[in-house]
Each structure stands twice: as structure tokens, then as C-alpha cells.
């Protein structure tokens, strides 16, 4: 039980996603300007990500690998997570025409998040067992869902502060992000 809570605190905190890897950078930036569109959207790729990786396991763990089509992978990989998500775009515009509405273009583009791929391949290249795979696929959606909302925090303050003319918008959200990264980093070896 303890390493399965080391995992998770380190894949959620301390070798965070966006932050040591740099993977999912596009929603990580898009939607972060709004702290409800930040919620909306880290639900969405837990939910993405957390389902996605137990399906895409199976298939590689029961399919896959028995039939010796492990080159098969990504393309299979890929389908199951574009499926995924075309369910919960659905179901958003369902639920919640709103946040459907302010997640835009961001909300399909997770079919293409890198981090949705790279937690099922991970998962595999890893050598994880269910209980890990289970873990590590809730704790890198969890902290990228911690670190998009915490980011899109400070933006909502950074647009009402002073910041000079050229560091308006993006230059000083990406600044930001590099502060996160570099205090982030200093976890690093806590696990």
C-alpha cells in the first residue's frame, strides 16, 4: 500500500505531467485563463485519462500481446481515446452548454493531448501491474488537473495586475510556468 501512495504522490506532485515533462502543454495554456474552465476541463481528462488507460491496458494485457500485435498499440490506443472523448464531449454539451461552450476547441484537441497517450503507453512500457496501472493513470490526470487549476489562479490575477505592456498575456503566463516548473522541481527526490 505504501508504494502504490509513493506512486501516486509522485506521479501526481512530484513528476507532474505538464511540469517536468511538458506533456499537454495546449490545454495546460488554453484553458487556463478561467479557473471554472480549468475545473471543467481537468475532469474531463481524468475521466479521459482514468478510463482510457484501464481499457487500452486490457486490450494490450488480453489482446494485444497474446496475438503477438503489440505494433498495433498506438493506432489502438489512439481509437479507444477518441472514442473516450467523443463521450465526454457529449455529454458536456449535454450537462453543461456553458462550460462546453468555454472549453472551445480544447475539449476534442484531448483526443491529441500528448498526456492521454503517453499514460496508456507508459502504463505498458512500464511494466506496470493493474493496482499500479490503476494508480498511475488516476495520479497524472489528478496532478495535471491541480496544476491547470492552480495555474489558471494566478492568471485570473496576473490579468488584473500591473504587468508591463510586453509581458501581457501568454509571455508572463509562460514565465509562470516556469516558476511552477522550477519550485515543482524542488520536490524532486522527496519519493
Same mark, same amino acid.
Given at each position: 500500500?505504501?508504494?502504490?501512495?509513493?506512486? #501516486? $504522490?509522485?506521479?501526481?506532485?512530484?513528476?507532474?505531467?505538464?511540469? !517536468?515533462?511538458?506533456?499537454?502543454?495546449?490545454?495546460?495554456?488554453?484553458?487556463?485563463? /478561467?479557473?471554472?474552465?480549468?475545473?471543467?476541463?481537468?475532469?474531463?481528462?481524468? +475521466?479521459?485519462? #482514468?478510463?482510457?488507460?484501464?481499457?487500452?491496458?486490457?486490450?494490450?494485457?488480453?489482446?494485444?500481446?497474446?496475438?503477438?500485435? !503489440?505494433?498495433?498499440?498506438?493506432?489502438?490506443? =489512439?481509437?479507444? @481515446?477518441?472514442? +473516450?472523448?467523443?463521450? *465526454?464531449?457529449? +455529454?458536456?454539451?449535454? !450537462?453543461?452548454?456553458?462550460?462546453?461552450?468555454?472549453?472551445?476547441?480544447?475539449?476534442?484537441? =484531448?483526443?491529441?493531448?500528448?498526456? *492521454?497517450?503517453? *499514460?496508456?503507453?507508459? %502504463? @505498458?512500457?512500464?511494466?506496470? %501491474?493493474?493496482?499500479?496501472?490503476?494508480?498511475?493513470?488516476?495520479? &497524472?490526470?489528478?496532478? +495535471?488537473? $491541480?496544476?491547470?487549476? *492552480?495555474?489558471?489562479? =494566478?492568471?485570473?490575477? $496576473?490579468? @488584473?495586475?500591473? !504587468?508591463? /505592456?510586453?509581458? /501581457?498575456?501568454?509571455?508572463?503566463?509562460? =514565465? &509562470?510556468?516556469?516558476?511552477?516548473?522550477?519550485?515543482?522541481?524542488?520536490?524532486?527526490? $522527496? &519519493?
Amino acid at each position: 500500500m505504501g508504494e502504490l501512495f509513493a506512486l #501516486f $504522490l509522485s506521479a501526481s506532485i512530484i513528476n507532474n505531467i505538464i511540469l !517536468t515533462r511538458f506533456l499537454g502543454m495546449c490545454p495546460f495554456m488554453g484553458v487556463s485563463k /478561467k479557473s471554472d474552465s480549468a475545473l471543467g476541463m481537468g475532469a474531463a481528462v481524468i +475521466f479521459v485519462i #482514468f478510463v482510457s488507460s484501464i481499457v487500452t491496458y486490457a486490450i494490450y494485457q488480453f489482446i494485444l500481446w497474446p496475438l503477438n500485435l !503489440t505494433y498495433m498499440d498506438l493506432i489502438v490506443f =489512439i481509437l479507444v @481515446i477518441a472514442a +473516450f472523448v467523443q463521450l *465526454v464531449e457529449m +455529454f458536456i454539451k449535454k !450537462t453543461s452548454p456553458s462550460l462546453y461552450k468555454s472549453l472551445g476547441i480544447y475539449l476534442p484537441l =484531448i483526443t491529441t493531448n500528448c498526456a *492521454v497517450l503517453g *499514460v496508456a503507453l507508459e %502504463n @505498458i512500457s512500464y511494466g506496470y %501491474n493493474w493496482a499500479e496501472m490503476m494508480t498511475y493513470s488516476l495520479a &497524472v490526470p489528478a496532478g +495535471f488537473a $491541480l496544476v491547470l487549476y *492552480v495555474f489558471s489562479t =494566478i492568471r485570473e490575477r $496576473l490579468d @488584473i495586475a500591473n !504587468t508591463p /505592456k510586453a509581458f /501581457k498575456g501568454n509571455p508572463i503566463a509562460l =514565465i &509562470v510556468a516556469g516558476l511552477m516548473a522550477i519550485a515543482f522541481s524542488g520536490l524532486a527526490g $522527496l &519519493v
